[in-house]
């Protein structure tokens, strides 16, 4: 996995009690959640700077929220694929292994201020 990511950032991880960690990787925008025995069981994906990701023709990344949880919702239920709502009040598919997390698309206001758009 270091070869394909490009190498973790040094010091960009943290290591749990129970021996799970994660770790950033340069450039890619992701971070890799690992168990016990360096087991991958995550992949964390900044909009901002990672990758395009799609879960079958549904984009994840750059899109309205509500647009997004609709079309998410529709694709698991054309599927029969349970959807729960997580933590932060996003949809979470456990048979997909899918759980999303929105945060604020930010860009500059008018006037040259940084401020957040409609996009999540």
């Given amino acids: 996995m270091k070869a394909a990511l490009g190498g973790p ?3 960009n991880g943290q290591i749990a009690a129970d021996g799970m ?4 990787y340069q450039r890619t925008g992701l971070t890799c959640i690992f168990d016990r025995g360096k087991i991958l ?3 964390a994906v900044d909009a901002l700077e990672g990758l395009l990701v799609r879960v079958g023709e549904v984009e994840l990344i750059g899109r ?3 647009e997004l949880r609709a079309d998410i919702h529709d694709l698991a239920q054309s599927q029969d ?3 729960r709502v997580n933590w932060s ?3 979470d598919i456990p048979a ?3 759980s999303l997390g929105t945060g604020h698309e930010l860009g500059l206001s008018a006037e040259g201020w940084r401020s957040r758009r409609t996009r999540w």
Avoid: N
Avoid at 21 to 24: I, K, L, S, T, V
């Fill in 89 to 91: 009040g996003d949809p």
């Fill in 21 to 24: 960690f994660w770790q950033d």
């Fill in 81 to 83: 694929a349970g959807v």
């Fill in 41 to 43: 069981v995550a992949v």
């Fill in 64 to 66: 309205v929220p509500s």
């Fill in 96 to 98: 997909w292994g899918v």
């Fill in 9 to 11: 950032l040094t010091g």
